[in-house]
C-alpha cells in the first residue's frame, strides 16, 4: 500500500497578512485540501466578520481553530520542517524547489514530523531574516508576472501536497488472454501465414517466434485474441474462395 501524506502534521502559516478576506480565503483552500491547521502572525487586520465570509460555512472550524502569534519565531518554534514560500529569487534564496517536488518528499516526512507553510505577506513577501527560519523554499512556476495572490498560493501548495498523498490506484487490467487461447490463435495464425506464402513452410516456427515476441510485447486480451482468429478465419474463407473460382475459370471443377 502506498503511504499517504499525512495532512494533520501540515500547518499554513500566514506571516503578518494585511487583509482579512485572504486570511479567510486561505482558510477555505486548505479546508478544499484537507489541512486543518491555520495560524497567523501579526495579522494587520483581523476582522473575523470578513475572515468568515470567504472561509465560508465551510472552513468555519478551521477558522475558529486559527492561532495567532505576535512573532514568527515563536509560530514556528514547534515544528519539525520549515518551507518558506517566494516569488523572488537572489544570491540568498538558492535552495529553491517547485510545489510538486516539494510535495513527493513531504510525503514520508509528514509521518513524524510537523510541517509549517509559511506564506509572507501580500505587498513584500518573506524577508532574507524571515526565509533564515526556513530550512528549503518553494518558488511557483509562473509565465510572466510572478506574484500570486496570497490565498491563490496557499491554493496551489496545498493541492500539490494532496496529490502527493493520495494513493495511487492502478488503473484495472482486463482479463488477457490464457495461454490455451493464445496457442490457439498462434496456431491458426501459422497455418494462414503458410497458406498464403508468408511463411517458409520449411520451418514455420522460427518466424513464427517473433510474432509471438510481438504479440507478448501487447499483452493481448481475451477479446482481441478473437478478433484476431476472426481475421484468420476470414483470409481463410476468401483465400479458399478465391481458390475454387480460379479453378472454375479454368474448367477444373
Not at 514568527?72 to 538558492?94: C, D, E, H, P
Not at 510541517?115 to 512556476?141: M, Q, W, Y
Not at 517473433?210 to 481463410?236: H, K, N, P, W, Y
Amino acid at each position: 500500500m502506498a503511504m499517504r501524506v499525512n495532512l494533520s502534521n501540515l500547518a499554513v502559516v500566514l506571516n503578518r497578512p494585511r487583509f482579512p478576506e485572504n486570511i479567510g480565503a486561505a482558510a477555505r483552500a486548505m479546508h478544499n485540501m484537507g489541512l486543518q491547521e491555520l495560524i497567523t502572525v501579526a495579522p494587520q487586520n483581523c476582522d473575523l466578520t470578513k475572515v468568515l465570509k470567504m472561509a465560508t460555512h465551510a472552513a468555519v472550524e478551521i477558522v475558529e481553530k486559527m492561532q495567532v502569534f505576535e512573532s514568527l519565531k515563536q509560530a514556528i518554534s514547534a515544528f519539525n520542517f520549515v518551507i518558506g514560500t517566494t516569488a523572488r529569487l537572489g544570491k540568498q534564496r538558492q535552495v529553491i524547489a517547485t510545489p510538486s517536488s516539494l510535495a513527493e518528499m513531504l510525503v514520508p516526512m509528514s509521518q513524524k514530523n510537523r510541517i509549517a507553510l509559511l506564506f509572507g505577506p501580500e505587498d513584500k513577501g518573506l524577508s532574507n531574516a524571515e526565509l533564515r527560519h526556513c530550512h528549503v523554499l518553494a518558488t511557483i512556476p509562473t509565465a510572466a508576472f510572478s506574484s500570486l495572490n496570497l490565498a491563490q498560493a496557499v491554493m496551489v501548495m496545498c493541492y500539490q501536497i494532496f496529490l502527493s498523498g493520495q494513493e495511487k490506484t492502478p488503473d484495472p487490467t482486463p482479463r488477457l488472454a490464457t495461454r490455451h487461447e493464445l496457442d490457439g490463435m498462434y496456431d491458426q495464425l501459422r497455418d494462414i501465414l503458410v497458406r498464403i506464402n508468408y511463411l517458409n513452410p520449411e520451418n514455420p516456427d522460427y518466424w513464427m517466434n517473433r510474432v509471438r515476441q510481438f504479440c507478448t510485447r501487447m499483452q493481448l486480451r481475451a477479446r482481441e485474441v478473437s478478433i484476431l482468429r476472426g481475421v484468420c478465419r476470414q483470409i481463410d474463407w476468401y483465400a479458399q474462395k478465391r481458390y475454387t473460382d480460379g479453378l472454375k475459370e479454368k474448367g477444373k471443377i
